[in-house]
């Protein structure tokens, strides 16, 4: 079973940045999309960012252009969500999900792998 497993969340001041890891087990990495997405409390979950496999694609969020950047280092079997000038309206649970030979996409249901997700509050 591939497991994407969450790390990197914390409280943070607005303006500042935090870097999401999410890390992949349980299969070829270089093999799997991977998509980030959060949920606020009383919101649905929304798409953040996406990467493909083989990194043959890349989107993002309207929220999060200009200031995020995702990314995959797999050799380290990793992806990455850099955040930076976080905002208050940043805060959520941010999810890490994988979709073999995918292309990053923004909808949820594309993915089959779910990790448990990383916290992350933006202070004002």
């Known amino acids: 079973q591939v497991q994407p497993v969450e790390s990197g969340g914390g409280l943070v001041e607005a303006g500042g940045s935090l870097r999401l890891s999410c890390g992949l087990s349980?299969?070829?990495?270089?093999?799997?999309?991977v998509g980030w997405f959060r949920q606020a409390p009383g919101k649905e979950r929304e798409f953040v960012a996406g990467i493909g496999w083989r990194s043959l694609s890349i989107l993002y969020a309207d929220s999060a252009k200009g200031r995020f950047t995702i990314s995959r280092d797999n050799a380290k079997n990793t992806a990455y969500l850099q955040m930076n000038s976080l905002k208050p309206e940043d805060t959520a649970i941010y999810y890490c999900a994988a979709d073999i030979q995918g292309s990053g996409s923004s909808k949820s249901s594309a993915y089959n792998y779910w990790g448990q997700g990383t916290q992350v509050t933006v202070s004002s």
């Open positions: 349980g299969g070829t990495f270089s093999n799997y999309a």
